[in-house]
C-alpha cells in the first residue's frame, strides 16, 4: 500500500536529547497500533543508534544534529537517523561475544548488536559525507 505518513525532527546531538527523540518516536508508534513490547524495543534501538551517532560520528560534539525521520507504512514503522560525522564501518563491524563479555563483566560494544536485535530491518550506507541508518520493525 506505500508510505500512510511521514514525521520529521532536528535536535542537537546531545544525550540531553535522547528523551524528547523516544517520545517522538514512542507517539507516533503508539497512534500506529504498536503494543508496548513493541514500542519499548523501538525506543531502546533509536537511543542506542543516536547515542552512537552521539558518541562515536560526532564525537561528543554538540553543534553538530543529527535528522530524524519517521515512516509509517501499513504494517510497520521505519525510523532514519541522518547525520554528517565519522562514518562508520560496516564491514569492520563483528558481532559481540555476549558470554565472554558476561564473564569479563565488559560494558559497551553492544549497541549494534541490541540495535539489530530489536528490529526487524537495519540498514546503514554512507555517501559524500551523510551516513544514514534505517530501522524497521514491523506490526504483526
Not at 3 to 19: F, G, R, V
Not at 32 to 55: C, M, P, S, W
Not at 93 to 102: L, M, R, V
Request: include cysteine.
Amino acid at each position: 500500500m506505500g508510505t500512510l505518513s511521514t514525521y520529521q525532527k532536528s535536535i542537537d546531538a546531545s544525550t540531553k536529547n535522547l528523551a524528547e527523540v523516544r517520545d517522538f518516536v514512542d507517539e507516533h508508534a503508539k497512534n500506529h497500533g504498536f503494543n508496548k513490547q513493541q514500542i519499548a524495543d523501538i525506543r531502546l534501538a533509536v537511543d542506542e543508534a543516536i547515542t552512537n551517532i552521539i558518541k562515536h560520528a560526532y564525537q561528543q560534539d554538540d553543534s553538530r544534529s543529527i535528522d530524524i525521520e519517521v515512516t509509517l507504512e501499513e504494517n510497520s514503522i521505519c525510523i532514519q537517523l541522518q547525520d554528517t560525522g565519522k562514518r562508520f564501518r560496516m564491514n569492520k563491524y563483528s558481532e559481540p561475544d555476549i558470554e565472554k563479555k558476561i564473564k569479563e563483566r565488559k560494558r559497551g560494544g553492544m549497541g549494534l548488536f541490541l540495535i539489530h536485535s530489536l528490529m526487524d530491518s537495519v540498514t546503514y550506507t554512507s555517501n559524500n559525507g551523510l551516513n544514514e541508518m534505517v530501522m524497521c520493525k514491523n506490526r504483526s
